[in-house]
């Protein structure tokens, strides 16, 4: 924690990162809009979300050791038996815990 | 749109409508959002207790959160924080932040067949809103056929409340906050990205691009430091995709 108003110079700082991350955001969208989408490359669009996620999770579960795997197992299980998110998530969350508190 | 010669269609089609927009659907975004907040919570209030940690002032933190909205990169950011701020660390730390959130041009890029046809004046503040867990949020319902671009807006508006208010309790508990591992909530974002993920899975078709995309994201993930393999295992995804696909249907 830190007295006065602002630290000298954050707003740039602030300012700075708020334009890049809104460029980040804008502008897949932008290119896209400037690219026919042919079936081929819609093809390569909707393979995006199931790909940005597993790129991500999957390494960041692994090294979160068995606790993140049973969890992430667990909660997949859950949602394709019973396509109810809320209690995917809660089953995972629950190996979680339970893995933790007792391995 | 009138031409009807078959040879411009295919190319043509991705012009549609704007796509809907209700107040119904912005609630039913907004209430399908309720399961993120502990996960939400924790990794905003986290956010207020490292940069009260960091020796920010609180409406340093506050706009932080509030203007920059940009989850890990932001904590990565934090790490070169100074008082006072020189113009060069001011633009280290955007330069930082542009690297670590570059993937979600792949997001931006996704919604485009769906809200291609929303004006530009709305569609981009809402894109500026943009997280992750909206993001997918909208992309499961879409892909469960619906077409209402409230719910996406209603996902990125209830997140970001939670995210600013989030930063408060934070920043002034930093010392008192419990262990959030405790109760698995540090893990609770992937395990809900998982679960929106089963619902967009369509089968055979997705399995060699999803897995091209794991072990993308495996392999630049142990050889590159920092977030690059994200961006790069989503893009595999889709050029895998690309390249695997065969015009089942002719163009018309």
């Known amino acids: ?103 | 749109m009138s031409d009807t010669s078959p040879d411009t269609l295919a190319s043509e089609t991705h012009v549609p409508g704007p796509a809907p927009f209700s107040m119904d659907g912005f609630w039913l975004g907004f209430r399908r959002c309720f399961v993120t907040t502990p996960g939400i919570v924790v990794f905003g209030m986290g956010f207020g207790a490292a940069a009260s940690v960091k020796g920010l002032t609180f409406l340093d933190a506050f706009l932080f959160q509030g203007l920059v909205l940009a989850g890990a990169s932001q904590y990565v950011a934090l790490e070169i924080w100074s008082d006072p701020l020189s113009w060069t660390t001011a633009f280290a730390m955007a330069a930082i932040v542009f690297t670590v959130n570059l993937r979600m041009m792949l997001l931006g890029a996704a919604l485009r067949p769906w809200m291609g046809g929303i004006p530009a004046r709305q569609i981009y503040p809402a894109l500026a809103l943009m997280t992750d867990p909206a993001w997918i949020l909208a992309i499961r319902y879409h892909r469960e056929g619906g077409q209402d671009w409230g719910v996406y807006l209603g996902a990125c508006i209830f997140l970001y409340l939670l995210w600013i208010i989030s930063v408060v309790p934070g920043y002034f508990l930093a010392s008192a906050l419990d262990d959030p591992a405790r109760y698995g909530f540090d893990l609770i974002m992937p395990i809900f990205f998982i679960t929106m993920l089963v619902p967009v899975w369509r089968g055979r078709v997705d399995a060699l691009p999803w897995l091209v995309a794991i072990f993308t994201g495996l392999l630049v993930k142990a050889l590159v430091p920092g977030y690059w393999f994200v961006l790069l295992g989503g893009l595999a995804a889709a050029i895998t995709a690309m390249i695997l696909f065969k015009a089942e249907e002719p163009s018309a």
């Open chain 1, 1 to 103: 924690m830190s007295d006065g108003w602002m630290t000298e110079g954050a707003w740039l700082a602030i300012l700075a990162m708020m334009a890049t991350t809104i460029l980040a955001k804008t502008m897949g969208f932008w290119i896209l809009g400037r690219v026919p989408l042919t079936p081929r490359v819609r093809r390569g669009l909707e393979a995006l979300p199931g790909g940005v996620i597993l790129a991500t999770i999957v390494p960041i579960t692994l090294e979160s050791g068995l606790p993140g795997m049973a969890g992430i197992a667990i909660a997949t299980v859950v949602m394709v038996v019973t396509r109810k998110d809320w209690l995917a998530v809660a089953a995972g969350l629950a190996a979680v815990a339970a893995i933790r508190a007792f391995v």
